[in-house]
């Protein structure tokens, strides 16, 4: 079902080293002129769950939200489910998502662009829909939008909206347009860039009451590294990875599937600071899907690519 799509995302989970000249920060957690670390909550929409909410609706089935035969702009969105300190991420958390079709119509009567997913056991989720159409909104086009219902285990659940930005329904909407307090959908605007295959993609990460597991104990601001890149991507058998290690450290790079499940290690020894390559030769029987990347640094992650094996 993957062999026809390519999938890269380039997003972190922390802060930028002082090493860095350009910042690499998600859509949830700045790094302030004095270092120190925010962590901004994602926030409630002004207009919650809207009217057009189903019950129970069905777990999205292998990742794909809109069927091939629905008409719009494919668009993957993807993202990871942290807790209030950013310190943990959240397995098994219930992302439950609706959105209108390309024409801006809702279906009230079954499951059509409705269904829910949960964050795999490193926190990600992901899904593959069509970019929602407009609609009226009394006089004005309410933005192209996603809802979202989060529920992390035995914590409640969070309702809120996505946009995205440039659309030009945003600075007219009474929900999308506050940019502070309660309701302040800053953070909940991300960009969304045009894969080779004209797919959009776009990271939307989620700060939320909830406990998880560690993401590492390290100083965010001391030891720091980045994947740099990935190729090719897609990939058939053997992809090659260009990372950098910030300050000298003990350094990881794994590989793990959809599911959370760890399938190689490419490195895991004391590195100096400077670029490295690896390469990693799959095995024919390893699945085609969507992989992620990730470099951690004295056991904290600061960084993952997905990339997808045709």
């Known amino acids: 079902m993957y062999n026809r799509r390519s999938f890269l995302i380039n997003t972190t989970l922390g802060a930028v080293t002082a090493g860095l000249s350009s910042k690499l920060i998600d859509s949830n957690t700045k790094k302030e002129a004095d270092d120190d670390l925010v962590c901004n909550p994602t926030t409630l929409d002004y207009y919650g769950p809207g009217p057009f909410y189903t019950e129970n609706p069905p777990m999205i089935d292998d990742n794909i939200l809109a069927s091939f035969e629905e008409v719009g702009t494919r668009m993957i969105i993807s993202g990871r489910v942290l807790n209030l300190d950013c310190n943990q991420f959240i397995p098994n958390t219930i992302v439950d998502v609706w959105h209108a079709n390309d024409a801006g119509q809702y279906d009230n009567q079954g499951f059509l662009l409705r269904g829910f997913t949960k964050t795999n ?62 309701y302040n959908a800053t953070d909940r605007i991300i960009s969304l860039s045009e894969n080779n295959e004209g797919f959009l993609e776009g990271t939307f990460d989620i700060v939320i009451n909830g406990e998880g597991v560690s993401v590492g104990t390290s100083d965010l601001h001391l030891e720091k590294g980045m994947v740099y890149k990935v190729t090719p991507n897609p990939f058939s058998q053997q992809v090659q990875i260009e990372y950098g290690i910030f300050k000298k450290a003990n350094v990881g790079l794994l590989v793990y599937d959809l599911n959370g499940k760890q399938v190689a290690i490419l490195e895991d020894k004391i590195l100096d600071a400077q670029k490295y390559i690896s390469t990693w030769e799959t095995e024919s029987t390893l699945p085609a899907g969507h992989y992620f990347i990730a470099l951690k640094i004295n056991d904290l992650q600061v960084h993952y690519l997905k990339i997808l094996k045709i």
């Not at 006089?139 to 996603?146: E, Q």
């Open 121 to 182: 056991e490193q926190g990600f989720y992901l899904f593959e829909t069509i970019k929602p159409g407009k609609y009226l909104n009394g006089n004005a086009f309410r933005p192209s939008h996603i809802h979202y219902k989060i529920t992390p285990p035995n914590f409640d659940t969070l309702t809120t909206q996505l946009y995205f930005e440039g659309d030009e329904s945003i600075p007219s909407d009474a929900a999308a347009s506050i940019t502070s307090g309660t």
